[in-house]
């Protein structure tokens, strides 16, 4: 089994920053991609950021350059630095893992718990 830590989340006024962290642990052998997705309420669940295994990263749209996913292999945690923030990023962002379990000894999709952020204007 694979568990999924995030911390970070919180209220903060617009214009400001936040910094997520999400760690996994477990059964895991080898980590295809992290990421970052968020849902806002009565909206589908969007996608962030991605950091793939010795791929490029990729960025939602409405990002344009104010959040920056990166990732401490030796930790398998990965972390969104937000700055800049609009009261329209007000949403859950979870954390998202592809990796190979090997519990199962297979390709498996983990997301975290979630963690709320307010963006106050």
């Known amino acids: 089994q694979v568990q999924l830590v995030e911390s970070g989340g919180g209220l903060v006024q617009a214009g400001g920053s936040l910094r997520l962290s999400c760690a996994a642990s477990g059964s895991i052998f080898n980590i295809n991609a992290m990421g970052w997705y968020r849902q806002a309420p009565g909206k589908q669940r969007d996608l962030v950021a991605v950091i793939p295994t010795g791929g490029s990263t990729k960025y939602g749209d409405f990002v344009k350059g104010r959040f920056t996913i990166s990732r401490d292999s030796a930790k398998n945690t990965v972390y969104l630095q937000m700055n800049s923030l609009k009261p329209e990023d007000t949403a859950v962002y979870y954390c998202?893992?592809?990796?190979?379990?090997?519990?199962?000894?297979?390709?498996?999709?983990?997301w975290g718990q979630g963690t709320q952020v307010n963006v106050s204007s």
């Open positions: 998202n893992v592809v990796l190979w379990d090997g519990s199962y000894w297979s390709r498996r999709e983990y």
